[in-house]
């Protein structure tokens, strides 16, 4: 009898541990399905998107992962599970380069549209590179505001902004030829004969150091 009685304790015993681990290995599918299905979903989502909430994913993506990895330590045989952990995780690193990568984009562009509306002041729509918007009676103006925030910032810029400023220099005087045949005042013509005078020099030598420093640097 005690014997009948040890076998069935054994049976028991077994049939709950069993029904334990079987609890286990459930609640790890679920966790590691809601983790895939995570992945896939926001990986769908456009980097550009993505960048501009890029710490909310972030904090949910490390939520599920950790719930994840978690429950399948006490499961038995895990290996297919861990399995799926991998690639999901791996998917996921693959995406968070790019958003990564489209953030330093977007980072760099909305400098350069900060530093396009300084220089040029509140009539450019961040769009109109032929500048159509500069006309006879505000292209002194433009000339004015451009020299003088060039010479307030000009030792903070790097190479690449004073390519950048060229850039819009060039594309202010393109425009100049067009603003002259539409009625400029000599008066006008002649300040901003003086302005280009002041910008020339200045652009040659500021630039120019920008470039040796970042050439120094590189060296170190």
Not at 150 to 169: A, F, G, M, P, Q
């Amino acid at each position: 009898m005690n014997a009948l009685k040890l076998v069935i304790l054994m049976v028991v015993t077994s049939v709950i541990f069993t029904s334990c681990d079987d609890g286990k290995k459930q609640k790890a599918q679920e966790n590691i399905a809601n983790y895939v299905a995570y992945v896939d979903s926001v990986s769908t989502v456009a980097a550009d998107e993505a960048a501009k909430n890029w710490k909310a994913i972030e904090s949910d993506y490390k939520k599920r992962q950790e719930a994840a990895t978690l429950t399948i330590v006490s499961v038995k045989e895990n290996t297919e599970l861990q399995k799926s952990i991998d690639e999901a995780a791996t998917k996921y690193e693959a995406y968070k380069a790019q958003v990564i990568a489209e953030n330093k984009r977007m980072e760099i562009a909305n400098s350069k549209m900060i530093m396009r509306k300084t220089l040029l002041g509140n009539g450019y729509n961040g769009k109109d590179m032929t500048f159509t918007w500069i006309h006879k009676d505000n292209i002194l103006s433009v000339y004015q505001n451009f020299v003088d925030t060039v010479s307030e910032n000009k030792d903070s810029y790097s190479r690449e902004d004073w390519d950048e400023i060229k850039l819009l220099y060039e594309a202010i005087d393109t425009r100049k030829n067009t603003v002259e045949k539409e009625g400029l005042t000599s008066g006008d013509n002649l300040k901003i004969a003086g302005l280009k005078l002041k910008f020339a020099p200045m652009y040659t030598f500021n630039r120019m150091g920008a470039k040796s420093e970042e050439n120094a640097a590189a060296k170190q």
